[in-house]
């Protein structure tokens, strides 16, 4: 019923950028759900990347404050994560992920891989 598609995963050569787009079938619920960027490496557990609140509060991890930029377009039912100056360690599964209101509601999407190589 609720679905988030991930896109625009890919390989990409260090110092590149690179974004990825979520597409979220919530319909005018979506603007009320704080969405969420997490991304997952060879060996290392679960970490967030970056939220956005329905207010468009973000967050950041800190490995990644000054570099990737979360941003969403309510109107296009979209979350997007730009990502610049991509390091090695970037290189993991990204996952989008969708949080209702009071936590009463959470989905995912199935993940787009991310490949920081020369």
């Known amino acids: 019923q609720v679905h988030l598609v991930e896109s625009g995963g890919g390989l990409v050569q260090p110092g590149g950028p690179l974004r990825l787009s979520c597409a979220a079938s919530?319909?005018?619920?979506?603007?009320?759900?704080?969405m969420a960027w997490f991304r997952q490496a060879p060996g290392k557990e679960r970490e967030l990347v970056a939220s956005?609140?329905?207010?468009?509060?973000?967050t950041y991890a800190d490995s990644v404050k000054g570099r990737f930029i979360i941003s969403r377009d309510n109107a296009k039912y979209t979350l997007y994560l730009q990502m610049n100056s991509l390091k090695h360690e970037d290189t993991a599964v990204y996952y989008c992920?969708?949080?209702?209101?009071?936590?009463?509601?959470?989905?995912w999407g199935q993940g787009t891989q991310v490949t920081v190589s020369s």
């Open positions: 919530l319909g005018s619920l979506y603007s009320t759900y704080t």
């Open positions: 956005i609140t329905r207010y468009g509060a973000t």
């Open positions: 992920n969708a949080e209702a209101p009071g936590g009463l509601a959470n989905y």
